[in-house]
T-cell receptor, first 113, second 113 residues
């Protein structure tokens, strides 16, 4: 298994509070991704990173920000959580954008009450 | 724009029966194709991939998928399923150098004894 961990694994928070999810990899892969998984929607890309301090938006980026200060860590922040952000969040890594074979972390289940 | 359609949201089958999970994609350019599997409460694992060459690709646990360019399909098949194959299966497509995977909505395979 690729060395990808996510923390926390579960979180319950209240509407309006900020939340930060962490993705940590030990593979030294250049590309990192944040997805959310919702029933009927599959996985949708929130943000991705193609290097330290280099990030870009995905298809559902509103309400989310990311940071990558080190190769191994990619942080996802919900600046003011809303109930619509209740979801399961997955981090993924990839060595090459040419083929883009991605490896996924175990996920974080976030509930916003 | 690219899109991926998985034609069945749920596929119930009996153990040892054959199964086909259907995936169609739309793209005007060459793509790479993937099938991922997600077991309950886990992250996604790469099951198999088509990059180039032979249009029939196989996984280590008996699944196979065939790339059909004329029909823009990448259906997943297994001649005899086991209870342990119960999971959600995602088809995904990537264009070279875009750094993005586009996922289908997922198909839940439920294998009954």
């Amino acid at each position: 298994d690729a060395g990808i961990t996510q923390s926390p694994r579960h979180k319950v928070t209240e509407t309006g509070t900020p939340v930060t999810l962490r993705c940590h990899q030990t593979e030294n892969h250049r590309y990192m991704y944040w997805y959310r998984q919702d029933p009927g929607h599959g996985l949708r890309l929130i943000h991705y990173s193609y290097g330290v301090k280099d990030t870009d938006k995905g298809e559902v980026s509103d309400g989310y920000s990311v940071s990558r200060s080190k190769t191994e860590d990619f942080l996802l922040t919900l600046e003011s959580a809303t109930s619509s952000q209740t979801s399961v969040y997955f981090c993924a890594i990839s060595e090459s954008v040419q083929v883009n074979e991605q490896y996924f972390g175990p996920g974080t289940r976030l509930t916003v009450t | 724009a690219q899109s991926v359609t998985q034609l069945d949201s749920q596929v119930p089958v009996f153990e040892e029966a054959p199964v086909e999970l259907r995936c169609n994609y739309s793209s005007s350019v060459s793509v790479y194709l993937f099938w991922y599997v997600q077991y309950p409460n886990q992250g996604l694992q790469l099951l198999l991939k088509y990059l180039s060459g032979s249009t029939l690709v196989e996984s280590i646990n008996g699944f196979e998928a065939e790339f059909n360019k004329s029909q823009t399909s990448f259906h997943l098949r297994k001649p005899s399923v086991h209870i342990s194959d119960t999971a959600e299966y995602f088809c995904a497509v990537s264009r070279s150098n875009t750094g993005k995977l586009i996922f289908g909505q997922g198909t839940t395979l439920q294998v009954k004894p």
